[in-house]
Nanobody, 114 residues
Framework: QVQLVESGGGLVQPGGSLELSCVGS??????MGWYRQAPGKERELVAT???????NYGDSVKGRFTISRDNGKNTVYLHMNSLKPEDTAVYYC??????????WGQGTQVTVSS
């Protein structure tokens, strides 16, 4: 069974930084990335990256967040800077396989608060 396992969530103060990691159990993903969902809101795009390093960011995180991946380790990273309280959400790792199947991690909580 294909799995995506996130790590790195937690509590951080406004203006701070945090890095999330997600490891895929198999080397099958053409695209990996992150989505987030805040209470009472729909899940939204944070950032995605393809196997050839093409990136796409949600408007609310452009210039503050950076996505990267290590294909050899089946791992995608999300480095988050200048965090704001409105970045508080459950962050989900996402993967699209070469067979165009979609996979999700279990989610990791990020809370930005003083």
């Amino acid at each position: 069974q294909v799995q995506l396992v996130e790590s790195g969530g937690g509590l951080v103060q406004p203006g701070g930084s945090l890095e999330l990691s997600c490891v895929g159990s198999e080397s099958i993903f053409i695209t990996m990335g992150w989505y987030r969902q805040a209470p009472g809101k729909e899940r939204e795009l944070v950032a995605t990256i393809t196997s050839s390093d093409y990136t796409n960011y949600g408007d609310s995180v452009k210039g503050r967040f950076t996505i990267s991946r290590d294909n050899g380790k089946n791992t995608v990273y999300l480095h988050m800077n200048s965090l704001k309280p409105e970045d508080t959400a459950v962050y989900y790792c996402y993967g699209k396989s070469w067979a165009y199947k979609h996979y999700w991690g279990q989610g990791t909580q990020v809370t930005v608060s003083s």
